[in-house]
């Protein structure tokens, strides 16, 4: 889930999130994964999170994302202070 920095003052080029479903409107998303890719484009972390509240559609189609794929992902709160960490 974790792929560790290599160089902690690398400039970063891209933060992506992909998000599932919690809800039926626009708004009801939730975080489910978070990466960080680097000016040269490696991928210098990776974070799952578990939901913390029930899940209505994987949204699979955007994420790829399907039922047991995040059942070992970290808390919330653990993925932000990763990223936090790293930027």
Same mark, same amino acid.
């Given at each position: 889930?974790? *792929?560790?920095?290599? %160089?902690?003052?690398?400039?970063?080029? &891209?933060? %992506?999130?992909? =998000? /599932?479903?919690?809800?039926? *409107?626009?708004?009801?998303?939730?975080? !489910? *994964?978070? =990466? +960080? !890719?680097?000016?040269?484009?490696?991928? /210098?972390?990776?974070? $799952? $999170?578990?939901? &913390? /509240?029930? +899940? +209505? &559609?994987?949204? *699979?189609?955007?994420? #790829?994302?399907?039922? #047991? %794929?995040?059942?070992? #992902? @970290?808390?919330? @709160?653990? !993925?932000?202070?990763? !990223? &936090?960490?790293? $930027?």
């Amino acid at each position: 889930m974790l *792929t560790e920095l290599n %160089d902690r003052s690398e400039e970063f080029l &891209s933060i %992506d999130v992909e =998000s /599932i479903a919690t809800g039926y *409107t626009h708004e009801d998303r939730h975080p !489910v *994964t978070v =990466s +960080v !890719v680097n000016i040269k484009g490696d991928v /210098i972390y990776e974070g $799952i $999170i578990k939901p &913390s /509240i029930p +899940v +209505v &559609s994987y949204l *699979t189609i955007l994420t #790829g994302l399907k039922k #047991g %794929d995040l059942d070992n #992902g @970290e808390s919330m @709160e653990i !993925v932000l202070e990763n !990223v &936090s960490w790293q $930027i």
